[in-house]
């Protein structure tokens, strides 16, 4: 009955190296988000889809691709991968017409060795 | 631009204390306001908002915030803490008919016994 899941729970992986973040919504939403929380705890907007549509892509290095293969689901790729990269990142959902009403994963711990 | 400052960034109170969690904006348009909580190695999760109506909007466990437009802040309090409060806790805003939330640094909450 998970609403929102992300896999792997934990990543680490060494420099250059390609890697994938997945996460599926069972919530029936429209829109979902990636965000990157910092060791800082500081999270910041990465990309957000629209019922498969890219709405936001903030300041991302082009390193970050973002796949939305239906609704249900936004894969996070990253390509060579570098030491700055290290963060956690959160999969949301939020339903419609709820403003501000997100509903997170449980994050993605990924370390870049 | 909008922004979010949380000035106190730990906050450690006694169980059956009172506390306040303060969350400052700035913003040249009407903005939505949430406080989202983050329990240990968990996403965050939905506390409160204030969309419009009343200034004072509660939670289910007994948080309050109370949204103060002169002096732009969204303040969070409960009269007794618990053990189980403790968290990390950011304030966030998000412009109105737009899909971005833009958070706070967070405030951990630690209650002590």
């Known amino acids: 009955d998970t609403a929102v899941s992300q896999t792997p729970k934990y990543l680490v992986t060494q420099m250059g190296n390609d890697k994938s973040i997945k996460c599926e919504q069972n919530?029936?939403?429209?829109?979902m988000y990636w965000y990157k929380q910092d060791s800082k705890k500081f999270l910041k907007i990465m990309f957000s889809y629209n019922n498969k549509e890219l709405i936001i892509n903030e300041t991302v290095p082009n390193r970050f691709s973002p796949k939305s293969p239906d609704k249900a689901h936004l894969n996070l790729h990253i390509n060579s991968l570098e030491l700055g990269d290290s963060a956690v990142y959160f999969c949301?959902?939020?339903?419609?017409?709820?403003?501000?009403?997100?509903?997170f994963g449980p994050g993605t711990r990924l370390t870049v060795t | 631009a909008q922004s979010v400052t949380q000035l106190d960034s730990q906050v450690p109170v006694f169980e059956e204390a009172p506390v306040e969690l303060r969350c400052n904006y700035s913003?040249?348009?009407?903005?939505?306001l949430f406080w989202y909580v983050q329990y240990p190695n968990q996403g965050l999760q939905l506390l409160l908002k204030?969309?419009?109506?009343?200034?004072l909007v509660k939670s289910i466990n007994g948080f309050e915030a109370e949204f103060n437009k002169s002096q732009t802040s969204f303040h969070l309090r409960k009269p007794s803490v618990h053990i189980s409060d403790t968290a990390e806790y950011f304030c966030?805003?998000?412009?109105?008919?737009?899909?971005?939330?833009?958070f706070g640094t967070g405030t951990r909450l630690q209650v002590f016994p």
């Open positions: 949301a959902s939020r339903p419609h017409d709820r403003a501000g009403e997100q509903y």
């Open positions: 204030y969309l419009s109506g009343s200034t």
């Open positions: 913003s040249s348009v009407s903005v939505y």
């Open positions: 966030a805003v998000s412009v109105k008919n737009t899909d971005k939330l833009i």
């Open positions: 919530l029936g939403h429209d829109t």
